[in-house]
């Protein structure tokens, strides 16, 4: 049974550093991919101004964690001479024909919490800045830790995301959806089985 968005919409000035849903700092339409791989790029910037002349127009401009980021879904990296590369996560599964969107979300979970039970349009990319991640799908389960880990998942199964570890979770997802449909919808088809674990 499908439900509501499984994020709350746009971050707002009091989201920085409070644990609580994921939220959305940027969106980029992006369209039709190349056949080639795609990777989700991230860079950070001294200077807001700066990122936005040099953004390609596949990239999308954020301000989080006190930092200014740019990220870029595509198949090459771009010419950026300001940047200052942070990670490459990919290659993302796409499928070749879908017109695409990308969306940009920033969290910050407490160890122990989930998000709910959701489905994607599309790959959903993680990139965690602190602490550990666990996701948990029909599948099976994908475990990280520490600073810049990043998890990858293919378009539709229901997932569950566990802050795991004992420090805070801090970090970024990209949902490159089918622009046609929701990016992310709520769902209760699936019991997890408990891979997931908050330790104590």
Wanted: aromatic share 8%.
């Amino acid at each position: 049974m499908a439900g509501a968005q499984a994020t709350q919409r746009l971050c707002g000035p009091d989201s920085e550093d409070k644990p609580g849903p994921a939220c959305l700092v940027a969106s980029q339409e992006i369209g039709a991919l190349p056949d080639r791989p795609i990777y989700w790029r991230i860079y950070t910037y001294d200077d807001l101004q700066v990122a936005r002349r040099e953004a390609p127009r596949e990239g999308a401009v954020a301000q989080a964690f006190g930092q200014t980021w740019l990220f870029v879904a595509g198949a090459d990296a771009p010419s950026l001479p300001s940047a200052r590369h942070v990670a490459d996560v990919g290659p993302l599964p796409v499928a070749a024909g879908s017109n695409y969107q990308a969306e940009y979300l920033k969290s910050t979970f407490s160890p122990g919490m989930t998000a709910p039970l959701h489905v994607h349009s599309g790959p959903e990319a993680f990139y965690a800045l602190s602490g550990g991640t666990c996701l948990e799908t029909p599948d099976g389960v994908q475990v990280k830790r520490g600073a810049g880990h990043s998890l990858m998942i293919r378009q539709g199964p229901p997932m569950l995301l566990m802050a795991v570890g004992h420090e805070e979770r801090r970090g970024f997802a990209l949902i490159l959806h089918d622009a046609s449909h929701p990016p992310t919808t709520l769902t209760q088809a699936w019991t997890p089985k408990g891979l997931c674990v908050a330790e104590k």
